[in-house]
């Protein structure tokens, strides 16, 4: 939705919601299996079942200010924007069925041999604007910045910090190139500017807690630490560009 506040100032506001499911069912027949009965095992069909919903929303503010006079022309904008992503899902495997055709749904399986259920929330919270002035298209001039917050990070790492500059001068509208008709265009640009990145997994700043196997403490499931340890400095990733 965009909203024409007065003349040359715009506020606009965007909401995108994408939902994905998915999921499957493995049936594995006995004459499938590997036999292994020769080492006293038993030969059982299997059905594999897994389950996973993925949802993305991303909600927008945003307000334009365009302005164009005797050859002057200025243009702003800020905003702030909020992603939100969550995947969820989880898998069986059963085993030892009466038959090969017909009952072969979970209820018909003796047992439930593995299970696993997992879940993450993660979010982005962004501010950002732009400040550009040119005049007669010829010598032009560019302000960014932005700033975002990841869940991703722990305390005192979350929020990054990205400016950028930027300045043009378009060279074949100037008085001594206009005798070059064989040039269509020729611009000098000098730019300077930070970009980040959280392409890491979620929460590795914090240590987690897993069940353990069913072999430790007399059989019964024991609460131990995740194997990964945790890095509470982990941050954004930060690159720094300079171009000409």
């Given at each position: 939705?965009?909203?024409?506040?007065?003349?040359?100032?715009?506020?606009?506001?965007?909401?995108?919601?994408?939902?994905?499911?998915?999921?499957?069912?493995?049936?594995?027949?006995?004459?499938?299996?590997?036999d292994f009965?020769?080492?006293?095992?038993?030969?059982?069909?299997?059905?594999?079942?897994?389950?996973?919903?993925?949802?993305?929303?991303?909600?927008?503010?945003?307000?334009?200010?365009?302005?164009?006079?005797?050859?002057?022309?200025?243009?702003?904008?800020?905003?702030?924007?909020f992603?939100?992503?969550?995947?969820?899902?989880?898998?069986?495997?059963?085993?030892e069925f009466?038959?090969?055709?017909?009952?072969?749904?979970?209820?018909?399986a003796?047992?439930?041999?593995?299970?696993?259920?997992?879940?993450?929330?993660?979010?982005?919270?962004?501010i950002?604007?732009?400040?550009?002035?040119?005049?007669?298209?010829?010598?032009?001039?560019?302000?960014n910045?932005?700033?975002?917050e990841?869940?991703?990070?722990?305390?005192?790492?979350k929020?990054?910090?990205?400016?950028a500059?930027?300045?043009?001068?378009?060279?074949?509208?100037?008085?001594f190139?206009?005798?070059?008709?064989?040039?269509?265009?020729?611009?000098?640009?000098?730019?300077w500017?930070?970009?980040?990145?959280?392409?890491?997994?979620?929460f590795?700043?914090?240590?987690?807690?897993?069940?353990?196997?069913?072999?430790?403490?007399?059989?019964?499931?024991a609460?131990?630490?995740?194997?990964?340890?945790?890095?509470?400095?982990?941050q954004?990733?930060k690159?720094?560009e300079?171009?000409?």
């Open positions: 939705a965009e909203y024409e506040l007065f003349k040359n100032f715009k506020l606009r506001g965007d909401l995108s919601v994408a939902s994905y499911t998915g999921g499957s069912n493995i049936f594995s027949p006995t004459y499938a299996q590997d009965s020769v080492y006293g095992s038993n030969l059982y069909a299997t059905l594999n079942t897994n389950t996973s919903d993925n949802s993305n929303t991303s909600l927008n503010f945003r307000a334009d200010y365009d302005w164009k006079q005797d050859g002057h022309h200025l243009y702003a904008m800020g905003g702030i924007g992603d939100r992503y969550s995947n969820k899902g989880e898998s069986h495997t059963y085993e009466p038959d090969n055709e017909i009952l072969t749904d979970p209820g018909s003796a047992r439930d041999t593995y299970y696993t259920y997992f879940r993450t929330d993660q979010g982005l919270n962004s950002y604007s732009r400040l550009s002035y040119g005049y007669l298209d010829r010598y032009l001039a560019e302000a910045f932005r700033t975002d990841s869940s991703k990070f722990g305390p005192g790492n929020r990054a910090y990205f400016p500059l930027s300045l043009g001068w378009r060279m074949n509208k100037e008085k190139m206009q005798a070059a008709s064989w040039l269509n265009d020729l611009k000098l640009r000098l730019s500017g930070n970009t980040g990145s959280t392409n890491i997994d979620n590795l700043y914090r240590q987690f807690f897993v069940r353990g196997s069913n072999d430790l403490w007399g059989g019964k499931p609460i131990v630490l995740d194997p990964n340890l945790p890095n509470r400095n982990v954004w990733e690159t720094r300079y171009n000409a």
